[in-house]
Nanobody
């Protein structure tokens, strides 16, 4: 079984910074792409940023230049440094991992999600 646990959310004033962390545990063989998504009240979930195992990154236009995604492959962890936060960044942020697990001699590929962490930016 695979678990993703996020941390680092909270309340911050506009212009402030937060750093989110996500730790992946379980019978992991390899994690391909890791990412952060967010969902604001009344809105659909949207991609924030992704990062491949090789370090290639992709950002939503609304966060480019303000957010930085990184990962530690040895720790199966992904991070999101958020700077110059705006009220419109307020949302529940969820970690995502496209991973391959090894269980009882078999490999399985699947997509896993964390429970999410609330980020609230006040004006």
């Amino acid at each position: 079984q695979v678990q993703l646990v996020e941390s680092g959310g909270g309340l911050v004033q506009a212009g402030g910074s937060l750093r989110l962390s996500c730790a992946v545990s379980g019978s992991i063989f390899r994690i391909n792409v890791m990412g952060w998504y967010r969902q604001a009240p009344g809105k659909q979930r949207e991609l924030v940023a992704t990062i491949t195992s090789g370090g290639s990154t992709n950002y939503a236009g609304s966060v480019k230049g303000r957010f930085t995604i990184s990962r530690d492959n040895a720790k199966n962890a992904v991070y999101l440094q958020m700077n110059s936060l705006k009220p419109e960044d307020t949302a529940v942020y969820c970690c995502n991992a496209d991973a391959i697990t090894y269980v009882r001699g078999y490999y399985y590929g699947d997509e896993y999600w964390g429970q999410g962490t609330q980020v609230t930016v006040s004006s």
